[in-house]
């Protein structure tokens, strides 16, 4: 066998897995990426249904990957609904979405002192509701 006919079937062999590789690579991205879909489903409507529990939820990160990137958030004390984009967010992607809650208040409720909860109400993959301006308290530090 020349050095050429050689060539010709490693680099073919090394392409094929290669090929076989990122194919592989993409399934799985799609699986995990499947995964987090189903997960934050479940947590989006657990919390529309039953109101929680939030613990445990899945991460931003999963949240985001998964393409349900709104967060609707309700204020406990005006009611007022919004919807908060997850990917402006600036915290680690592997934070657990129920520790937003905390970081989350409506402005028009808020004063120096005090800020009333805001409750977490589902996941949606798009702004569903007006922007409206809250306060997510990173965005402070
Ligand atoms: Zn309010």
New binding site residues.
């Given amino acids: 066998m020349g050095t050429k006919s050689r060539e010709v079937i490693w680099s073919g062999r090394i392409m094929g897995a290669k090929i076989h590789a990122q194919g592989a690579r993409e399934r799985a991205e799609a699986a995990v990426r499947e995964a987090d879909r189903a997960e934050a489903e479940a947590w989006s409507v657990l919390m529309e249904g039953y109101g929680g529990p939030a613990q445990p939820s899945p991460t931003i990160g999963q949240c985001l990957n998964s393409g349900l990137a709104w967060l609707e958030v309700e ?6 609904r919004a919807s908060l984009p997850l990917n402006a967010i600036r915290r680690c992607k592997d934070t657990p979405l129920w520790k937003q809650e905390a970081s989350v ?6 004063t120096s002192r005090y800020a ?1 909860p ?1 409750r977490m109400i589902k996941l949606t993959e798009t702004r569903q509701i007006t922007p409206y301006k809250w306060v997510h308290t990173s965005e402070e530090l």
Avoid: G, H, T
């Fill in positions: 204020c406990a004390r005006c009611k007022i208040k409506c402005r028009s409720c808020r009333p805001a």
